[in-house]
Each structure stands twice: as C-alpha cells, then as structure tokens.
C-alpha cells in the first residue's frame, strides 16, 4: 500500500497519529495514547492490512522514604530538653510495558528444524545472559551448552562436546538443564541424567562435579534427575531443583551435600509437598524460592525457613486448564524487578504474565492451545528469560529455537 493509502486509512478511523512502513507495506495506526486500551488498532480493507498489537500494561514500584529532625530547646535554667519528629514521603513510579506479539528468532531454525550443527538447536530447554549480552543455551538433546551472540547466525560449544556425544567423563554432559553463571561468566550445569552438577570455569574445557555423586539417589548428598539451579553469588550458595525426589536442596559454598529448603515430603498437592519441580527461580526482596511445579499445574512461593508453600498462581487443587487462572504443565518461571510473574505455560504453548498479587494471568507470547512453528507460535515453551529491557526470550522446545518477544 501506498503511504497516501495509510493517510486515508488514518482520516478515515480517527487515528491521533499514524506511521507508513513502505518497506513491507504496512500501516500502523495510533488511535489512543492511553493503557486502558491496546495503543495500536490494525484493520483489513481493501487497501492495506494491519494487526492487532497484546495490551500494554502498568509495571508499578514503589519507595519509601523515611526522615527524622532532631530539634533541642535551651531553657535559663541550663536545662535542655530534645524532641524529634519523623516524616515519611512514598514514591511511585509507573512504567509502561507491551511486547510484540510476533517474535524474532535468536537461535536455531525458525522453522523448527533441529540438527547437530552450529547453527541448529535439539530442545533447547534453559536460557541464560553472560556478562557481555551473549546468549548461553542449554542444548538439552544435543548434550552440549552453546554460547550465541545475538545476531549470529551460528553457536559455539562451551559445555560438552560439539559433537553431540553424551557420556559421564568430566568434559561431557548427558542432557544438560539448568544454567547459572556467575559475574565473571563462570558456569554452573545441571548435568542431569548423571545426576550431578558440574562447574566449568570460563574457558575450560572440562568441569569438576559441586553437587551429586553421579548416582541417583536421595541421600542429601545425592540428586536424582535434577532440572534447575540458581545461584546466590554473595554466599556462594546454590539451590537445585532435585525433580524425581521432590524437592528443592541447598548447598552452601564447598559443601559436599546439601539441605533440603522446599518439600522433600514425597509427591503430592500437599502445601508442604512438590510435585516434580522443573524450574524456579530465587526472589531476594522476599527470600524466598517461586516454583513452577509441573504436575502440581500452579506456581508457589516458597519462603526460606517455611515448612509450607503459598499458592501464586494456577490451581491449589492441582487442575490443569487454559483459562486466565489455569496453568497446564508449568516448566519455568521469571521474575521482573517490579515483582511481576512470568510463567512458561508448556501444555497451553503460551507465556502467562500475572501482575504483582494477582492471580489472572495474560496471554504474552503464543497461541493459548495451538502449537505451531509461526512467529506467533510456540510448541512447548521450556526456559525463559528477561534482558535489562524486559525483552522476552523464550525456549521454544519442540521447535528447537530461541524466540524473542521485545518490549516496546
């Protein structure tokens, strides 16, 4: 269409501004500056085409100020009497925040195709930012951890071998999961058929086992088919999601096993129970562990010192569904700086967003029960990831890619 068309197109639907994008022939139409409504309204006619953007949201925080004023009085009598008085000042910002809805893929083939090369993914599952924005990909059926900078067309192995060969020597994985790196890009892999957890400095070749024995097991220095790890830099301390035992375990700095700090009580929907936690993620400004347990079908906070879980999202009961409230088979969580919640909804092939406190979560990347390999789509979403920006990253899994949803 013609920019002339998209003036008219403007004039003619009361739009307040309008942009013509000659390249792919696409005209946008802002119709109304306000959060209420979704900012950008796309229509067909004869002319041109256009698509309907996600809403926008409110990302809201908020600081608290406290002062005192000591004031002191002299009296003739030599005496002296002090008196204070305390004001407090509450700041809050608003941000506003909308993701496209149609993603970029970062890594691996937008069509879905998986394979052993450079350029090619095999279930790709958790998704990590080393210290210079460069992308770490846990390369889940290809048994290799590969490093991708953005905008490169292929990967280089940095954890396991190239090849794609799985084994239990010290420079091979076999289905590596959780990533955690530290700020000089040191990596931690959840090794998980062989039970363990390796650290692989940066560069190296190889890493030394840091949790697990290699057996799988349930004694407390034992992990059996662990999923997910996070690590407290400060303290040195890690936790693991120990899926098949149920639980999430501790180990502090060098320690040769570990605590267990959520569940351990056996499978269940119990509230001091996990039920296959995949991934989770830490929350400092609450100390506390937010779990996707996949089977359970909900999100729980799980705070440090607590025998019990409280229920975040999804069902309490364990219902599996595809409405606002729902969850099917959770995998990953992540957390904004504004306390917002973002769950990988695997069995509904969506993105779920649940604002701060609420439990009605919206549909941010994906087609709510419709797999497939367009932009739009998702096909068992695993991993996911928030840059600086808030520009979403997702592990498409059974597609073998990386997508990105920015924020606008």
Known sequence: ??????????????????????????????????????????????????QKLPPAFLLTTTS???????????????????????????????????????AVTVAGSAGGTSGLTASLLSFPYILRLDS??????????????????????????????????AGTSLNTLKSPVGLALDSNDNMYVVDKLNSRVTFWPNGASSGSVVAGTGTAGSGNNQLNRPNA???????????????????IIQY???????????????????????????????????NSLV???????????????????????????GTSGNSATLLHNPVAVALDQYGNLYVSDTGNHRIQFFLAGQSSGTTLAGVNGSPGTSATQLNQPYGILLDSQLNLYVADYNNNRVQKFSRY
């Open 132 to 165: 210079s924005n460069a992308l770490y990909i846990s390369d889940y059926g290809n048994n290799r951890i590969q490093k991708w900078i953005l905008g490169d067309l292929n990967g280089t192995t940095i954890a396991g071998l190239a090849n794609g060969t």
């Open 229 to 247: 790890i996070e690590l407290v830099e400060s303290t040195g301390t890690l936790y693991i999601s120990d899926m098949s035992n149920y639980r």
């Open 291 to 317: 779990i996707a347990d996949y089977y359970a079908n909900h999100v729980v906070r799980w705070v440090l010192g607590a025998s019990n879980w409280i229920l975040l999202a999804g069902s309490l009961g």
């Open 1 to 50: 269409m013609t920019c002339t068309e998209c003036t008219c197109a403007a004039l003619m639907n009361n739009a307040i501004a309008w942009n013509c994008i000659a390249d792919n022939n696409t005209c946008q139409l802002i119709s109304n500056n306000s959060l209420d409504i979704s900012q950008f309204e796309w229509m067909t006619n004869a002319s041109c085409f256009f």
């Open 64 to 102: 608290t100020s406290i002062s005192t004023t000591l004031t002191s009085t002299s009296t003739s009598t030599a005496s002296t009497s002090a008196s204070t008085s305390t004001s407090t000042s509450t700041t809050t910002t608003n941000t506003a925040a909308q993701w496209n809805s149609t």
């Open 252 to 286: 502090l700095s060098n320690a040769s096993s570990g605590t267990v700090v959520a569940g351990g009580n056996g499978e269940g929907l119990g509230i001091t129970q996990l039920y296959s936690p995949f991934g989770f993620t830490f929350d400092s400004s609450t």
